[in-house]
C-alpha cells in the first residue's frame, strides 16, 4: 500500500518562510510528476506547483518567483519551499504523486495547514 505523508505546515507572519515535504513510502515501482495543490475555505483546490521525474516544474501565477518545488528521486520526497508569504497563501497543502506499484495511480497526502497571519 502506498501512503504520502505531509509535514512542515504551521503558523507564520506575512512576509515569512515555510518548507513543506512529502513522502510516499510503501509498494512504489516508480514516480512520475508530483506536485501540491492547496485549498481556502470556500474555494477549489488549485494546482500550486508540480514537478516531473526529470525535474522540469510548474507554477501557478499566483506563486512565482515565492515559492519553489523540488524533489528527492532517491527518497521518494518532494519539497516545497515557500518564501515571502501573503494572507492569501493560507490553505490547507496537499501533496500529489502518480505513483506505480501494480499500475499507475494518483495518490493524495491528507494535508497540511498552512496559516499566513500577523
Known amino acids: 500500500q502506498v501512503q504520502l505523508v505531509e509535514s512542515g505546515g504551521g503558523l507564520v507572519q506575512p512576509g515569512g518562510s515555510l518548507r513543506l515535504s512529502c513522502a510516499a513510502s510503501?509498494?512504489?515501482?516508480?514516480?512520475?510528476?508530483m506536485g501540491w495543490y492547496r485549498q481556502a475555505p470556500g474555494k477549489q483546490r488549485e494546482l500550486v506547483a508540480s514537478i516531473t521525474s526529470g525535474g522540469s516544474t510548474n507554477y501557478a501565477d499566483s506563486v512565482k518567483g515565492r515559492f519553489t518545488i523540488s524533489r528527492d528521486n532517491a527518497k521518494n520526497t518532494v519539497y516545497l519551499q515557500m518564501n515571502s508569504l501573503k494572507s492569501e497563501d493560507t490553505a490547507v497543502y496537499y501533496c500529489?504523486?502518480?505513483?506505480?506499484?501494480?499500475?499507475?495511480?494518483?495518490?493524495w497526502g491528507q494535508g497540511t495547514q498552512v496559516t499566513v497571519s500577523s
Open positions: 500529489n504523486a502518480r505513483i506505480r506499484s501494480n499500475f499507475w495511480k494518483n495518490y
Open positions: 510503501g509498494s512504489i515501482s516508480s514516480i512520475s510528476n
